[in-house]
């Protein structure tokens, strides 16, 4: 199941074709490798020199994808997990894994070789490696801890993108909508009044336009129109996109800035977007463009930021 702490939640096949660097035949490498290993071997294998020293966590592949060199690649522990909320929580839906182990959530302990299905559970007869394993983890945990005071901001301004589309799926204090059955139904930000956000950091101080979306730009369907449901998708269950598009029926659109009201305005029959011209300060901003309904709010679903000349 996809996020899974279990393999089937988080390992992938990945395929490497470089004929110019004599990756062009069937291989099969069983190795453990991470998605942390890729900018580290591309540097690598394009002699690229870290003149900034940056300490990656992964490591090269370079020696063990070459064709021609054989080696005996060093067992090592890694740190997969999925939190999926605002503040991480210490183990949740984790797994550390080894070439041979898979500890999962701190508690089960599985051999990935004789136990691919991770069906048995083997940490009461392996102390020690447990042990090892937590470890691995709580020093991992402990570098990471001071990061997660940290907001992750969409930045805006900057001279090579003048232009920002944001999406509801970045809200923050409030349950986000994470796919499109429910940007189609309008789901995840309906309150009698939205307390969500979008967390910015101005780099140039200017004029920008703020537009409000109810549908994608490309989409250029109006604000409070319906969508029919979309065709589902070969080979799956039920696509997201089947889910019949709703009106929101908004009748006026507001832009908070750092939790106050700087602007509002009607929204017609047939707008695409409402847009708002406003000064915004070099820095840390909480942005929310929100619609009005007689029922309540619902944020933005698709917001479009303009730095204007």
């Given at each position: ?6 393999d ?6 990945m395929f ?41 966590d992964?490591?090269?592949l ?6 021609e ?16 909320v ?9 797994a550390?894994?080894?070439?041979q ?13 004789t ?18 394993m ?18 992750t ?13 944001m999406?509801?799926?970045d809200w ?29 950091k ?79 300060i ?19 679903f698709y917001?479009?930021?303009e730095?204007?000349?």
């Amino acid at each position: 199941q996809k996020g899974s702490e279990y393999d089937g939640g988080h390992r992938v096949p990945m395929f490497i074709h470089w004929p110019a660097g004599g990756i062009n035949e069937h291989r099969k490498i069983d190795t453990l490798c991470h998605a942390i290993d890729l900018v580290p071997t591309l540097l690598d294998v394009c002699e690229v020199k870290n003149a900034a020293k940056v300490k990656f966590d992964g490591t090269t592949l370079k020696d063990l994808i070459a064709p021609e060199i054989s080696i005996n690649w060093p067992d090592r522990m890694i740190i997969t997990d999925s939190q999926r909320v605002v503040d991480p929580i210490k183990w949740r839906k984790s797994a550390v894994m080894s070439q041979q182990y898979r500890l999962v959530n701190g508690e089960e302990l599985y051999d990935i070789k004789t136990d691919p299905g991770q069906e048995k559970n083997i940490s009461k007869e392996n102390p020690n490696q447990v042990a090892k394993m937590r470890a691995f983890y709580d020093q991992w945990w402990t570098d990471l801890k001071p990061s997660f005071a940290q907001t992750t901001e969409i930045q805006l301004g900057h001279p090579d993108h003048p232009k920002v589309t944001m999406t509801a799926h970045d809200w923050l204090n409030t349950g986000p909508p994470w796919h499109q059955g429910m940007i189609r139904g309008a789901k995840g930000g309906e309150k009698p009044k939205f307390n969500g956000h979008w967390a910015i950091k101005v780099l140039e101080e200017g004029i920008y336009k703020v537009s409000l979306l109810r549908w994608p730009e490309e989409a250029n369907h109006p604000i409070n129109a319906t969508l029919p449901p979309g065709s589902n998708v070969p080979g799956a269950s039920k696509a997201f996109r089947t889910t019949k598009g709703v009106s929101i029926k908004a009748t006026a659109a507001a832009l908070l800035l750092n939790g106050k009201e700087i602007a509002r305005k009607p929204v017609g029959k047939k707008e695409i977007a409402i847009s708002f011209t406003t000064k915004l300060i070099k820095g840390s901003h909480a942005i929310a463009p929100i619609f009005r309904s007689p029922k309540g709010e619902t944020g933005a679903f698709y917001c479009i930021i303009e730095k204007q000349p």
